[in-house]
């Protein structure tokens, strides 16, 4: 596989790329339409094809996590697909269509998370309230980002926190932040007051906010990098699965890009399903559920805590107390 460019990769990219006799094999593992009934016969899977259509054909009532990474509002292209920009009403229309069909999939208990940029967030607000409890919004810095001459460049993204009544998981503990000690304060004993020493320096595991700034987008010397145009990190999906589904919940992304979100849930235990209407991003998220088969490590989730950026080297120390 090349790159869009057409020029091939260089020895260290880590790409993930699919090669023509992975297709077949990887294909053959797709649901098809109609799922079986029983859920144990299809626990976890990737269907290919338009969410909308599919969605009321699958079971109602069973999802305890939607992951809604749509295109944004932006002119930008899927494989040869483009989506263009539209009003911020438009897009909102859009949105509360989506939503109207996958509702009916939703338990009572299920979080919802949306993603978006600062002005599709505009929609989301709209859309969102209308058929969901709007709880927060997370905003994460991305560290990439294209200057503009006549603007602030744009360096961060939205992820809007909803849920589909007052009854709903959220596993703060499980979402810890691992965090540079600033200010190493002691008791009257001299004994740190919540944080630890170790050989690298000193840290405290911090409750998570919803301003999100250790979130690295991928790239080439990744291993979980692929050609799609918009992917999340696996870290990013780790931290919604983690605060807002258990094990054996059931976890949907009909927007599923490369995979990342059936790649974060595999890895935690929870069962899943994603749907996209690219066939080769579906045969990307299934040679990358294949691959998690032997590698179940999330980069920057070690000791069931996330690290800040460029901490790799502190990541696997001991702690000295
Ligand atoms: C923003 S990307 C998702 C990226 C993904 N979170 C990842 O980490 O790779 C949106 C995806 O939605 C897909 N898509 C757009 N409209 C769709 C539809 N009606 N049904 C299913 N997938 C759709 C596009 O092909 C694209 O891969």
Redesign the pocket.
């Known amino acids: 596989m090349t790159r869009n460019s057409g020029k091939p990769y260089s020895r260290l990219n880590r790409s993930i790329v699919i090669t023509p006799e992975d297709c077949a094999r990887l294909r053959s593992h797709f649901l098809q339409i109609p799922l079986p009934v029983a859920d144990e016969a299809w626990r976890s899977g990737i269907l290919h094809?338009?969410?909308?259509?599919?969605a009321p054909l699958l079971p109602q009532r069973c999802v305890d996590l939607l992951?809604l990474?749509?295109?944004?509002n932006l002119t930008k292209n899927?494989?040869g697909?483009r989506?263009n920009r539209q009003s911020v009403q438009d897009y909102a229309d859009w949105l509360d269509g989506v939503l109207r069909v996958l509702k009916p999939l939703l338990k009572n208990t299920a979080t919802v998370y949306i993603?978006g940029d600062w002005f599709s967030s505009a929609s989301i607000f709209m859309a969102a309230s209308e058929h969901l409890i709007v709880r927060n919004r997370i905003t994460w810095e991305r560290e990439k980002g294209r200057g503009a001459k006549a603007n602030w460049k744009n360096a961060s993204e939205d992820i809007w926190f909803c849920t589909v009544s007052d009854r709903y998981t959220f596993n703060t503990e499980a979402v810890k932040q691992r965090r540079r000690v600033l200010a190493p304060y002691r008791d009257a004993q001299g004994q740190p007051r919540d944080w630890e020493t170790t050989e690298q320096g000193s840290f405290r595991d911090t409750y998570p906010s919803n301003l999100w700034t250790d979130i690295t987008i991928p790239f080439w010397s990744m291993p979980e990098n692929?050609i799609?145009?918009?992917?999340?990190?696996e870290k990013l999906?780790a931290k919604l699965l983690l605060a807002s589904s258990n094990a054996e919940d059931l976890v949907l992304?009909?927007?599923?890009?490369?995979?990342?979100?059936v790649v974060a849930a595999k890895k935690l235990g929870r069962r899943y399903l994603g749907?996209?209407?690219?066939q080769d991003?579906c045969l990307l998220?299934a040679r990358r559920l294949e691959l998690a088969e032997s590698e179940s490590c999330i980069q920057g989730w070690v000791d069931g805590v996330f690290w800040e950026r460029n901490t790799f080297a502190q990541q696997h120390i001991k702690k000295n107390h």
Do not use: M, V, W
Request: contains cysteine; hydrophobic residues 30%; negative net charge.
């Open positions: 094809g338009d969410c909308l259509a599919l992951i990474d749509p295109p944004y899927f494989n697909r989506f993603c692929t799609h145009p918009t992917q999340k990190s999906l992304d009909p927007f599923l890009g490369s995979g990342t979100t749907i996209d209407l690219e991003y998220a």
